[in-house]
Every structure is written in C-alpha cells, then in structure tokens.
C-alpha cells in the first residue's frame, strides 16, 4: 500500500505544470522553467524596489599629494566656504586693477596747477578743468610709467591665472565637503575644526584617502598640513634662519620680514629650484652626503639671484606696500589714532615662540 501512494505522488509531480520540466503548453512546445531570479521575485506583489547608488567618492581615494589636499581643506574651513573665499579674490581682482588705474590717473592726469589757483585763469575752475582727456593723458605718461603698468598688468594676470586654478582646486573641496563629509556651507560657521577633522578621520576608513595607513590621526593630519611651517620652526630654533643683521653702534638687530620670510620659503620650499621635488618628497640628490658641497654652492648662487631679483624689483615692491599700507589704514589711522601705538608680534616673534604643530588659528 505504501508503495502505491509513493507511485502515485512521483506520477502526481511530473505531471504538475509548475514543476514538471518536461511540460508543455497547448501549441505542443516545451514549456520554460523559471529562473532563480523569477522564482525570487514577487510577481504580483505591487512593489517597485529602486535601488540608489552610492555617491561617487572614488575622485578621493589614493590621494598624491594629501599635504595640498588637507590644507586647502584647512583654509576652506576657516575661510568660511567657497562662495565667500571665491567672492573676496574676485574683489582683490577689482581692488587691484582699481588702485592702479587710481594711482596712475592722480600722478599723469590731473592739472594740479589749474586744481590749486597756481595759474592765471580768470574764470570761475570747476573739477573737470583740471582733469586732462583720455588722449591727454595717454599723451603724458613716460616711460616709467608704462613700465610700472605693465609690471602691473604681468602681476594682475598672474594672479588671475592663480584665481582660475584656486577655483578649480576649491570646487573640488566643495564637493568633498558636502558628498564625503556630509557638511554644507552653511554649516561651516557651527564646527569647529575639530569636529571637521574627526569627520575627515571617519571617512578614512571609507575611500582610503592615504595609501600608507588604513587609519588616520591628527597628528597626521597636522604633519601634512604644518610640513613646511614646522621646518621653519626648526630652523629658527637652530639660529638657522637670517634673522639678525649687524648695524654699527647697535650690534645685531632682529630684522625678520614677511617678505624674507616668503624669499626663504621660495628658495627652500616650494620655488622651481627648491631641494623638494614636490610638496612630500625630497629630491634625490640631496640624500646623498658626498654631494653636498656641490649643491651648498648651487644653493648659494640661487640666494644670490634671488636677491639680485628682489634688488631690481624693489622700487616696484615698495609702492606697492606703500599703496596697501595707505588704501588699508589710513581711514583707520584717522578715525582712531591711537592704533597706531598699539603692540602687535612680529614675525620673528611669531615663528620663535611657535610649537610645532601648532596651526594659525
């Protein structure tokens, strides 16, 4: 009895349509089995899944140059966002062409004689009477004058050029703000630092920005942003740094500009003919002890040139720091005097009683 229910069940199964896979419809052809993927799927459920795909953060993983990287991400925060870093170099643009075209206009196209009543008119001067045509004073500028234009017009170029591909590096920032560390521009104001960096360390472990650690601390994120910062500081502890001259009758006086300051960091650092090849990574040569004599001497002749550089432009250098110190304090110099008493740290101090690791905020 036993085995005829056990043959009429086994008949039972090849003849069931859904699972005999030797079935055919009524046209006589044999009839498809369902897929794994169809028997998985609800036919008649009524539900349409969308799968959503994860942003794209791989334009992050294994970046090169991480000490660029960290500290464009460093000054995007403290500088309060994109719009407002890119909206105060665009100002800077105008602010610069503005002053010269001033300068310029006060100096070669004004009649101060007719200005001031130092000439014999005898009718009533109005303000357009002293101030000379287009033609005119193209008429009037000297050579001097053209050569400090076109020094201009080189150096506003170069800093649009600049402008162009800080706009570029800095929407890149934009998006890894908002796509990888999940903060809007908006929100910049309400985190501290901190809490950026921690943001940055937890994303880590997502899209490996550094290939050398699966996991990053703040002190390394400190080492790539100060890289450069702390060098100085070390020289500066080491009485490395030309930071005193000898005067006569007052014996060696602490003179450490910010100009010397960006002359040292050209020459060491990130000049054309700096010892680095890139922003991490010390060129060959300079590893190696018995060529050292020979590039202590190639050193010294690029120090002389950059001086003699300095040495020509120093005329065009100095009007243009006396016209930012004039355009920047002089309102602020009349409206309170007293500022001009007050203490601030020089860069010498600066750099001296710095630690290392310390950043500028």
Not at 39 to 44: F, Y
Not at 235 to 243: D, I
Not at 313 to 330: D, E, G, H, T
Request: aromatic share 14%.
């Amino acid at each position: 009895m036993a085995t005829t229910r056990h043959d009429t069940k086994s008949y039972d199964t090849l003849t069931n349509q859904d699972t005999n896979p030797f079935a055919t419809d009524q046209g006589g052809n044999a009839k498809r089995s369902p897929t794994i993927d169809e028997e998985e799927t609800p036919q008649s459920s009524g539900l349409v899944i969308h799968v959503v795909p994860e942003t794209n953060k791989a334009r992050w993983n294994h970046i090169e140059d991480l000490d660029s990287f960290f500290t464009r991400v460093y000054c995007y925060h403290q500088k309060h966002g994109f719009y407002v870093m890119m909206l105060q170099k665009v100002f800077e643009l105008f602010q610069f062409v503005f002053v010269v075209v001033l300068i310029t206009y006060m100096f070669n196209c004004v009649d101060y004689g007719v200005l001031f009543n130092d000439t014999n008119v005898h009718e009533k001067v109005t303000l357009p009477m002293a101030m000379l045509s287009p033609s005119e004073c193209v008429a009037v500028l000297g050579g001097l004058d053209w050569l400090v234009l076109f020094l201009a017009g080189v150096f506003w170029v170069f800093r649009l050029m600049r402008f162009l591909l800080q706009f570029v590096q800095f929407l890149d920032i934009k998006q890894f703000f908002n796509m990888a560390l999940k903060i809007e521009d908006a929100d910049l104001d309400n985190l501290t630092w901190h809490e950026v960096q921690k943001r940055i360390r937890e994303v880590q472990s997502e899209i490996q920005m550094s290939i050398n650690k699966e996991q990053l601390t703040e002190l390394d994120i400190y080492h790539r942003i100060l890289r450069f910062k702390n060098y100085m500081v070390a020289m500066m502890n080491k009485s490395l740094l030309p930071s005193t001259i000898q005067l006569p009758f007052l014996g060696n006086v602490v003179c450490l500009s910010q100009a010397l300051r960006y002359n040292v960091g050209l020459i060491l650092f990130w000049g054309p003919w700096s010892p680095f090849e890139n922003n991490w990574h010390l060129r060959e040569e300079f590893k190696r002890s018995n060529r050292r004599i020979e590039l202590s001497h190639r050193l010294a002749s690029q120090i002389f040139w950059v001086a003699m550089f300095n040495l020509i432009l120093s005329p065009f250098i100095f009007l243009c720091q006396l016209m930012f110190f004039f355009f920047n304090y002089v309102d602020l110099i009349k409206k309170e005097p007293g500022t001009l008493g007050i203490r601030c740290w020089s860069q010498y101090g600066k750099l001296y009683l710095r630690h290392f690791n310390e950043l500028d905020h």
